[in-house]
């Protein structure tokens, strides 16, 4: 972790050195900063100052994720470092009471496990579906089963006595890559998700793109196919989800296996997304056939994102980064396919390489974001200083 003294930190923020050196006294005694040494030697033969580092460690974070298949959650320190994660299935099909209370129970398992339930400055939960992250509602998730106008925040924070925030499972991937990941240094850009669900989070000018009620971004519900005859779970026809989710991708490839008459020979009615990857690499023609479809439907997705918003990067995630730089190579060529020449040149597109926890980092980011923000200093004082003094 990158280390600074207080002179750096006087000229950085313009503030006098006094007034540095009472507000790092503070913060030592705070045990949100500490001192780890001392700088080499100045060239002029100058004092060798005192570094100081952020204290990773003067609190912590619990991180959850609700996808449609597992949700889990993990506790962090201050900088997102994950200490410990569960992973259980999320059993949608059960209703959103039988899933936030496995939140519950295994939120409270990991505080009592680690014994650390008076530091935890706050929870963070990245959901599925459409969510107004200032009311703490989800509105909407076309894919878990009864989730409309859920208050989980409040549901949430009278159970466990903790601040909450929650936030769209595309947006907290974005989050994620804004602050640790390909988007550290990129305002414009756009991570693009591709699971059971299809959806962004946009990041404009250094401004996650949220929209009035947080519905932006929905890019899976944009009607692709008017001759579609699938319907999405949205209840709409045509949507790019019914194109190219990974569902939807795994219903194409048993569609026609059906049609070879080798259900077999596929073992069709265990056939899962897991086993398509294997197939696509050993090139096999049903499986190949249909990646290579899915692929351009994404490129089409991202095209149409592409001239929406101007990104300079792209960033794909969710289940189909697994089929690799084959799969990646034709989504460019169907993304190049489908977009003029003048936006061509400006764009660039990538897998994301922060691993299947990214989305717990994004969650995790959103707490020490609002508890640490200069501008709702309410929100510190009431869930941290509080907690390090008593
Ligand atoms: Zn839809």
């Not at 997705?301 to 990104?311: A, E, L």
């Amino acid at each position: 972790m990158k280390s600074i003294s207080r002179i750096d930190i006087s000229r950085s923020l313009k503030i006098s050195r006094p007034t540095t050196t009472a507000y790092i006294s503070e913060l030592i005694e705070d045990g949100l900063i500490k001192e780890v040494g001392k700088s080499d030697s100045t060239s002029s033969g100058g004092k060798r100052a005192v570094l100081l580092q952020f204290n990773s460690r003067a609190g912590y974070i619990i991180g959850a994720m609700i996808g449609v298949k597992s949700i889990r959650i993990a506790l962090t320190d201050l900088s997102s470092n994950i200490i410990d994660m569960v992973k259980i299935p999320t059993e949608e099909w059960l209703g959103p009471n039988s899933v936030i209370d496995k939140l519950f129970k295994n939120i409270k398992k990991i505080i009592e496990k680690h014994k650390v339930g008076k530091e935890i400055i706050g929870i963070g939960i990245g959901a599925t579906g459409l969510i107004d992250s200032k009311e703490g509602l989800v509105i909407f998730s076309p894919n878990l089963t009864g989730w409309q106008n859920i208050k989980l925040k409040d549901i949430i924070e009278k159970e466990i006595s903790l601040p909450v925030f929650i936030e769209n499972e595309c947006r907290v991937r974005a989050i994620a890559e804004k602050k640790y990941g390909l988007a550290k240094n990129i305002s414009n850009f756009v991570s693009f998700v591709v699971g059971i669900g299809v959806g962004t989070g946009v990041f404009i000018n250094d401004n996650l793109v949220v929209g009035k009620k947080g519905m932006a971004g929905e890019v899976g519900h944009i009607i692709t196919n008017l001759a579609g005859n699938r319907r999405c779970h949205c209840g709409n026809i045509g949507c790019l989800e019914t194109l190219c989710s990974t569902n939807s991708l795994l219903e194409d490839v048993k569609i026609d296996i059906k049609k070879s008459g080798k259900s077999a020979d596929y073992n069709i009615s265990k056939l899962e997304i897991e086993d398509l990857y294997k197939l696509y690499k050993n090139g096999d023609r049903i499986v190949t056939k249909n990646v290579e479809k899915n692929a351009e439907y994404v490129g089409i997705g991202i095209s149409n994102t592409i001239k929406m918003f101007n990104p300079e990067l792209v960033i794909i995630h969710g289940a189909v980064i697994r089929f690799g730089e084959n799969y990646l190579e034709k989504i460019k060529e169907s993304v190049s396919r489908n977009t003029f020449p003048r936006v061509k040149e400006n764009y660039n597109i990538k897998f994301s390489e922060m691993g299947e926890n990214v989305g717990i980092v994004g969650a995790v980011s959103i707490v020490f974001d609002n508890i640490f923000n200069i501008d709702n200093s309410d929100n510190f004082n009431r869930y941290f200083i509080k907690k390090i003094v008593s």
